[in-house]
C-alpha cells in the first residue's frame, strides 16, 4: 500500500518516460544509491540524480585508479572504491550518462547550522562553485546542490583531514581541500553546508 503511494507520488512529479531506466550492469548502483540513484543516508550513499556526467566520470575513474577511497580514515569510500574497479571505460561512461539522466526529489535537509554565518563562509567557495552552488565546468567544481547534506558535511571533513584530496595524482582534489582549510571547525562546515541548503529548491 505505502509503496503503491510513493510510486505514484513519483510519477506525479515526474513524467515516467524520463526516468530512466539501469543497464543490466548498472542495476547494482541503485541498491546502495538507491531507486533513480537518490541517496541512501543508512549507507551514507550520496544522491547523484542528475549529477554531471563529466564529475561522475572523475570520481569513478579516481575510485578505480585507488586516486580516491583508500585513505585509512575514509571508511565510506572503502565501500566505493571496490564498486567502480570492476567498471571498464565503457561502463563509467556509460554510468556517467545514467547518473545525469536520473531524477529525484530534492534531498531533505538534515544538517543544522547557522545559514547567516554560513553565507559568510561561502562567499569563498562562490568562486569555484557559483554563486548559486551549480558548480562550473570550467573549473572543474561540482554542483553543490545535488548531493545530501550530510554527504557534503562528510567530504568536507575528508578534504579538510587529507582522507580526500592528498593522492599526488588528484589534482582536482587537492585544490579542494586547500579551500576546505578555510572552515576552520566543524561548526564552520555545519554552517556552510546549512546556506547550501538554501541554494537547492530556487
Ligand atoms: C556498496 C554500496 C555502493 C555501491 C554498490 C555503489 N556505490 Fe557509489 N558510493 C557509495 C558510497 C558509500 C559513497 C560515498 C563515498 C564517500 O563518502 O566518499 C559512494 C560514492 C559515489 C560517487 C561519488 C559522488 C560524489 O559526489 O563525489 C559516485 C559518482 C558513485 N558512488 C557512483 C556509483 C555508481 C555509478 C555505482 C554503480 C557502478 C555505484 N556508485 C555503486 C556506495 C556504493
Ligand atoms: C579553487 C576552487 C574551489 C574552491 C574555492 C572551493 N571548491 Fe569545492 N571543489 C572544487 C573542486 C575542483 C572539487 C572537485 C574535487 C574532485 O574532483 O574530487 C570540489 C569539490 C567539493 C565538494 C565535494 C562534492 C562532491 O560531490 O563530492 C564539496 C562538498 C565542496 N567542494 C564544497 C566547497 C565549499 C563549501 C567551499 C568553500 C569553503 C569550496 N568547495 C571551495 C573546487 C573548489
Known sequence: MFLAFAVFSWASVFAEDDLPVP????VFCTVCHGVQLMGNSIIKAPRLSG??????????????????????????GYEMQPMAESLSDEQV????????ATRSPAPPATVIGDIEKGKAHYSACAACHGVDGTGNEALGSPDLTIPNDWYLVTQLMNFKSGARGSHPSDTYGMQMRASAQLLADDDAIMNVVAYINTLQNK
Do not use: C, I, S
Not at 585507488?66 to 565510506?76: L, Y
Not at 561512461?93 to 545525469?100: H, I, P
Open 23 to 26: 543497464a543490466e550492469e548498472l
Open 93 to 100: 561512461a556509460e554510468a556517467a550518462v545514467f547518473a545525469n
Open 51 to 76: 549529477m554531471e556526467t563529466w564529475y561522475v566520470e572523475r570520481q569513478l575513474k579516481n575510485f578505480k585508479n585507488v586516486v580516491r577511497g583508500r585513505h585509512a580514515e575514509d571508511p565510506f
